[in-house]
């Protein structure tokens, strides 16, 4: 039986800044969300699906992002490559509305809280759209595992 799903998923984030606290919840938070319900299809060379459940170390390496697949059976493993230039902006606008959202949460009043989660929405759609299509081809996610996925890799990005 076949199971597209991560049942583990892991940062590696040796030699990166440490995250704000805030940042550091939005990782666990999307961990645990990816955890209890995602869909991950790692494509193998063959142009087959490969057999699952699935542990993912997500990591960075020469400013490229990395996906480290291995099935639960450690039988098979699989390594996918990204470019980080086509996220570096949506990444930027993304921590720059978080930090507004941050601020916000401890200043401001809810109908303004919600019109800058709103737009954090938007950014987040955005980066979770633009990691479908770079991963077309290698690995096949649904739109909220690809929002979880954007939350980690902002968090990799993330530079103090």
Partial sequence: ??????????????????PTLEIEQERKVAIFDLIEDNSFE??????????????LTLGMNEGRLVFD???????????FILSLSPFRQTIKDYFAIC?????AVKNLPPSQIEAI???????????????IERLEG????????????????????FRG
């Fill in 117 to 131: 989660d709103m737009g954090r929405r938007g950014i987040h759609n955005e980066g979770a759209r633009l990691l």
């Fill in 69 to 79: 697949v291995t099935d639960t059976s450690n039988d098979g493993q699989a390594q």
């Fill in 42 to 55: 790692p494509i193998a060379p063959n142009g087959h699906q490969a057999t699952g459940p699935f542990a």
């Fill in 138 to 157: 290698k690995i096949t996610i649904d739109n909220d595992t690809a929002r979880r996925l954007f939350t980690l890799i902002s968090a990799l990005h």
């Fill in 99 to 103: 930090e507004a959202y941050f601020e």
């Fill in 1 to 18: 039986m076949t199971d597209h799903k991560l049942i583990s998923v892991q940062l590696a984030d040796d030699g990166l800044p440490t």
